[in-house]
């Protein structure tokens, strides 16, 4: 396994993430994707400020949350990120077999769902069999192709 920071934030792929933002906002919501920027998604996320009243002496403080659903955070506003809770039990316990097919053809590998062959076993799809059902390579080309006219290289005497 890779030891790049990506590697470390995989593991929270699905968990409830709080992330505090360069101004002061933090959002709480689950964390679905990252780069390579730390831009980050984030779905079912509300958003909580701080909201302070007075001048110098410090009069009122209260919070307000903001329901926001899908969102996107650019990685240059993250100042910290901190795990608020693990994934939902729904996504583990869900489907099984399914699910994890799902997950592992979303994530560019093979899933576990194979084509069938259709009623009497039709035939097999391109790609798939003995070398021998292969169609015939295409021919070589014919000699010279491929090459300038003779006199047009280096070396010709000019006429």
Request: glycine content about 16%; proline content about 14%.
């Amino acid at each position: 396994m890779p030891s790049g920071k990506g590697s470390k934030l995989l593991r929270y792929v699905e968990h409830r993430l709080k992330v505090t933002l360069h101004d002061g906002r933090t959002i709480i919501g689950t964390f679905l994707a990252f780069d390579k920027h730390l831009n980050l998604v984030l779905s079912e996320a509300e958003e909580f400020r701080v909201l302070r009243k007075g001048g110098a002496a410090l009069l009122e403080e209260r919070t307000e949350k903001r329901t926001l659903g899908l969102v996107l955070i650019r990685g240059e506003n993250v100042v910290s990120l901190a795990v608020e809770g693990p994934p939902p039990p729904s996504a583990k316990s869900a489907g099984g077999v399914a699910a994890a097919a799902a997950v592992s053809a979303s994530r560019g590998k093979a899933g576990g769902v194979m084509p069938s062959a259709g009623p009497l076993g039709a035939a097999p799809m391109h790609g798939i069999g003995a070398p021998g059902m292969m169609p015939p390579p295409p021919p070589p080309p014919p000699p010279g192709a491929g090459m300038p006219p003779p006199g047009m290289g280096r070396g010709m005497p000019p006429f």
